[in-house]
């Protein structure tokens, strides 16, 4: 990798939550650091905070909504505009929803901006990653421990089941990002999952009773104490796992891992290395994206 000051690295959802924190620390190691988010105002507000609390006049923001087909591909060609390498591109944004919802593209939602969304964005901006010596994907994931792909249910076919059909899409970005890693070309481009820990965000704050299946309804109390507002010291705390994962040399030439809150390596469940899950998931991308310009 260059020297962490010559790095250029991109957070999506960076503007709030544990992608604002998690660009705070990457801003802090030199880097220059972009970050994404849908809202100018809350963008500008970030920028603001980040480069007071790193202390950093090397962060700008780049406006874009992953949740259209559309918006990714816009958003990935303004990031090659305003940019003509990048080392680190860190696939945080994502989406947790009560209800079903379809985007514009009429994909189910989680599907949407927390599976085929950072795939798209990461084949949108090969040319720029294909310019570093040894660029990094970190992939955010989230929901419980690894769990199995079931490709007849990755738009919530079988049911909406709330934090369920959120956990699930996570599980399936766990096992696109196995196959990202393994593709041939560009080389040397490594690919990695980090897990974050709970964190009290808008996301998490956001989330109702009638999100949590049958039994979980029980926990109800716990989770409001667990995600109550603490201003950003959770965020914090969660974004360390993907702060490392984005600038730790020891992980240079590493690819194709999944590492825990605690920036320990686990495994994924068998299913996420599987080729035909791989295969199975892909074949709904691209089906999903065929119609659209782009890289898909
Ligand atoms: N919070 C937790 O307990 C927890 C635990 C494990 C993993 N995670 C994962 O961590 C990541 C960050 O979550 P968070 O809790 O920090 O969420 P958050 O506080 O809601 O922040 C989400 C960020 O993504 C941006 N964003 C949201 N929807 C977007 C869209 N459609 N297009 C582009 N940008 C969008 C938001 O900015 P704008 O609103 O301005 O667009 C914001 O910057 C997610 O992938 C989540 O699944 C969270």
């Not at 705070?24 to 972009?34: F, P, S, Y």
């Not at 996570?170 to 690919?191: D, H, N, R, T, Y």
């Amino acid at each position: 990798m260059v020297d962490t000051e010559e790095r250029t690295v991109v957070i999506t959802g960076g503007t709030g939550g544990i992608g604002l924190q998690s660009a705070v620390g990457i801003a802090k190691t030199g880097a220059r650091v972009l970050v994404t988010g849908r809202s100018r105002e809350r963008g500008e507000a970030a920028l603001q905070h980040i480069a007071e609390a790193a202390r950093s006049d090397r962060v700008e923001l780049v406006v874009g909504d992953l949740s259209s087909i559309a918006g990714v591909d816009a958003l990935a060609e303004a990031l090659c505009a305003a940019t003509e390498r990048i080392d680190v591109l860190v696939n945080n944004a994502g989406y947790f929803g009560d209800e079903r919802c379809d985007s514009v593209d009429g994909l189910e939602m989680h599907f949407a901006v927390n599976v085929l969304a950072p795939w798209r964005l990461t084949m949108g901006v090969l040319p720029a990653l294909s310019k570093a010596p040894a660029a990094r994907v970190v992939n955010v994931t989230g929901g419980d421990k690894p769990a199995a792909v079931d490709v007849d249910d990755l738009q919530a076919e079988k049911g909406f089941r709330g934090l369920m059909i959120y956990t699930h899409s996570k599980s399936a970005l766990e096992s696109l990002s196995m196959a990202l890693a393994a593709e041939p070309e560009p080389q040397g481009i490594c690919v990695n999952v980090g897990f974050l820990g709970r964190a009290s965000t808008a996301m998490a704050r956001g989330m109702s009773l009638q999100a949590l299946p049958g039994w979980m309804k029980l926990f109800w109390p716990l989770f409001r104490l667990m995600f109550a507002e603490d201003g950003g010291k959770s965020a914090a705390k969660a974004a360390r796992s993907t702060i490392w994962a984005a600038t730790a040399p020891e992980l240079a030439g590493v690819t194709a891992r999944y590492f825990d809150t605690n920036t320990r390596e686990q495994q994924l469940h068998p299913s996420a290395y599987g080729p035909d899950v791989q295969r199975r998931i892909l074949a709904v991308v691209d089906a999903a994206t065929s119609g659209a310009r782009g890289t898909g």
